[in-house]
Structure formats: C-alpha cells, structure tokens
C-alpha cells in the first residue's frame, strides 16, 4: 500500500511539473489542529484494552503550518504544491493517580502527598510530519462576486517523520518537582513516512489592491498509511483550519 501510494502522488507531481505555471500564487498559513487516531492491534487486543482505550484516549489541540505555491489548471481549478508541517496526535488521559501508584514505567511512581482531589495526567502523543501535499481545488461559488470565492479543496500529502515523543502533563500533583515530562515512546515505534488525503473548503478575500487576499481554510485530514509499528497501531486523523495570506501577482502586470 505505501508503495503504490508513494507512486501514485509522484505520478501526479509529475503531472504537474510538465503543466504551465498561469497565474502563480504564494500561500502562507498557520494551522490550528484537533487530532484523534483510530486504533488497531498487532496481536488483536482484548475487549477489556479497546474499552479502557476509549475511554482514555481524546482530541489534542496543536499548531501546523504551511507554504504554498499554486497555479491554474483551468478557468475555476487550481493545483497547489508545496511543504506543511503537520502536528498530529492524540491525548490519553489517566485519572484517579494515588500514593505509589506507577505514573509511567519511564517516570516512576506518584510520591506527592501534598494535593488531594483527582490527580490525573494528559500523555499527548505527537507525530510531527513535514509533508509534500499535492491539492486540487475547484470554484464552487463566488463567480459574481469581486472580492470573494469559495473553493472545494481535495487531494493527498506524503509526509516524513520530523519527531514523535508522548509529553506528559500533571494535573493536581507533580512528580519529582516536577509538572510536565517528555518521553521518547520507543515501544510506539513510529514509521519513517505516512500519508494523507485532505479534503477541505477554501474561501479567498481579497484584502489589499488586486493581488493580496486572506484566505480560511477547514480540512480534514484523513490517514492512508499507519503512524506506527507497536503492538498498538495509531491511524491518525484531524480537523484543522488553516488561516493565511495568498499573493496572487495582478496578471496586468506581467510580462
């Protein structure tokens, strides 16, 4: 699968490597993500693991961002390439932390005595990806309108393993001074490379003369490739919402 997916995206930078570069743009943008995994097991997993699982496991919020450059492929498409760094993840939650309970076989136990109430610890689990997306849009709306329009974005990343560790955070206690630990998580064993398809809006303003707009972009992020190679296998998914700037050189202006 990875290597047919490896393929398939290179085919398509192809593609648009031999298309002329009409009406050029430069996108930057940062992007706000909430990210989530789907979860299967190397060896099956008991009913008991996948329940105490979902139960445990939530969103995590986090930072990406992108730099863009796009063309038009048509009179209303586009094709867009470039680099996005992609912050993905998932929080496991664990409550209800006692006297000489163990935190995490990397940390040790809970020695705290001086809080009371629900002591609890959020372990973020972070795949940080630099990727090389590959994005097709098509004008939906806008058409009678001078400074808005409105975009159906989709297509597909490839995407290398930048850094993954788990950061843990303490909540109503701490554990040797300290509140907040990062572990490497080498039982994870997180894959080198994975891969996405995005599917998303895009809605352009312009803001400044006849080339500079702001653009809001939500995406889904949808895994094709698993994040890793442990006995617990993380699909990673996410919403996120890019917000940037977009210059377009006035093509009056060209050469």
């Given at each position: ?64 961002a992108s730099v863009i450059f796009g063309f038009k492929s048509g009179k209303t498409s586009r094709i867009f390439i470039g680099f996005q760094f992609h912050n993905f993840g998932f929080t496991r939650k664990k409550e ?71 950061k843990a955070q303490f909540h109503g206690f701490s554990a040797f001074g300290k509140k907040e630990f990062k572990l490497e998580d080498k039982e994870s064993q997180p894959g080198l490379l994975n891969g996405n398809l ?58």
């Amino acid at each position: 699968m990875k290597h047919k997916f490896i393929l398939i995206f290179c085919l398509l930078t192809g593609l648009a490597a031999e298309a002329q570069f009409k009406e050029p743009s430069y996108s930057f943008a940062v992007v706000p993500t909430l990210g989530n995994r789907l979860i299967s097991f190397k060896s099956g997993g008991s009913a008991y693991v996948k329940d105490s699982l979902k139960k445990a496991d939530g969103w995590r919020d986090a930072i990406g961002a992108s730099v863009i450059f796009g063309f038009k492929s048509g009179k209303t498409s586009r094709i867009f390439i470039g680099f996005q760094f992609h912050n993905f993840g998932f929080t496991r939650k664990k409550e209800n932390i006692r006297f000489k309970d163990t935190i995490h076989p990397d940390i040790g136990i809970m020695n705290d005595l001086s809080q009371t109430g629900n002591n609890y610890v959020d372990f973020n689990y972070r795949y940080m990806y630099l990727a090389v997306p590959f994005l097709m849009s098509k004008q939906i709306s806008g058409k009678n309108m001078k400074s808005s329009t409105l975009h159906l974005l989709f297509g597909g990343s490839l995407a290398g393993l930048v850094k993954h560790d788990i950061k843990a955070q303490f909540h109503g206690f701490s554990a040797f001074g300290k509140k907040e630990f990062k572990l490497e998580d080498k039982e994870s064993q997180p894959g080198l490379l994975n891969g996405n398809l995005h599917i998303g809006l895009r809605l352009e303003n312009l803001v400044y003369g006849k080339s500079t707009f702001v653009f809001v972009q939500p995406t889904v992020y949808v895994p094709i490739l698993g994040a890793n190679y442990g006995e617990q296998r993380h699909h990673l998914f996410a919403l996120g919402l890019e917000v940037g700037l977009m210059y377009q050189p006035n093509k009056e202006k060209l050469p």
